[in-house]
């Protein structure tokens, strides 16, 4: 399994500000996720990020919005920028594993946007 | 596009058994999954099983799969306290490396 550590844990903003999230895996991956869970809500997906190359964005989500780094294999950071109350959640990190079949998560950054 | 379906919440009296269920539409899939989410925390993969099996026990779970009505269940058997969570069913499949999931069955256990 990998071990994903999240930064910070949580955070209130004020509107109009941006926060960048830090994500951490303790081994070499491919391919990172960020993903969005909205209150009473289940998983959407932001984009897939992987190293050396631009990030993918899924429908409804665009880079100026939520950019994303992804130096190297072990790390990477999600900006949530110009923050609105609609942007409270919580955002996710997820690795896939050594094998295509195990997908592991994060402890979650809780964001909420006054 | 997939869809994944659970009943949102589930209550059960502490020792006895919980079953958790979910359906999902795409018949493409390959692996199945079992997360678990505990207040203020990330997801934990708990288990999952390949669509060319019929069920996997681990313990005190068990997945059963029903691939003719793409039908996946979780049971805990002897469900205690601590397993009062949030439980999300996935599917992977079809070519596509993300996972689609379900909107997760909170899971309640009572005295």
């Known amino acids: 399994s990998a071990v994903i550590s999240q930064k910070p844990s949580r955070d209130i903003c004020q509107r109009g500000t941006s926060l960048t999230i830090q994500c951490q895996v303790d081994?070499?991956?491919?391919?990172m996720f960020w993903y969005r869970q909205q209150p009473g809500q289940s998983l959407t997906l932001i984009a897939t990020?992987?190293?050396?190359?631009?990030?993918?964005?899924e429908s409804g989500f665009v880079i100026d919005k939520f950019p994303i780094s992804r130096p190297n294999l072990t790390f990477s950071t999600l900006t949530v920028s110009n923050m609105s109350p609609e942007d409270s959640s919580i955002y996710l990190c997820?690795?896939?594993?050594?094998?295509?079949?195990?997908?592991?998560f994060g402890p979650g950054t809780r964001l909420t946007v006054t | 596009g997939e869809d994944v379906e659970q009943s949102l919440f589930l209550s059960v009296r502490e020792g006895d058994s919980s079953v958790i269920n979910c359906t999902y539409t795409?018949?493409?899939?390959?692996?199945l999954y079992w997360y678990k989410q505990e207040p203020g925390a990330g997801l934990q993969l708990l288990t999952y099983?390949?669509?060319?099996?019929d069920m996997k026990q681990d313990q005190r779970l068990t997945v059963l799969l029903n691939k003719k009505d793409k039908h996946l269940s979780l049971r805990i058997a002897d469900t205690q306290t601590g397993d009062s969570a949030i439980y999300f069913c996935?599917?992977?499949?079809?070519?596509?490396?993300?996972?689609?999931f379900g909107r997760g069955t909170s899971l309640i256990v009572h005295p």
């Open positions: 997820s690795v896939e594993g050594q094998t295509t079949y195990e997908q592991y």
């Open positions: 081994s070499q991956v491919t391919m």
């Open positions: 990020a992987n190293q050396g190359s631009e990030a993918t964005y």
């Open positions: 795409d018949s493409s899939s390959t692996y």
């Open positions: 099983i390949f669509s060319n099996m």
């Open positions: 996935a599917e992977k499949g079809g070519g596509s490396y993300i996972p689609t």
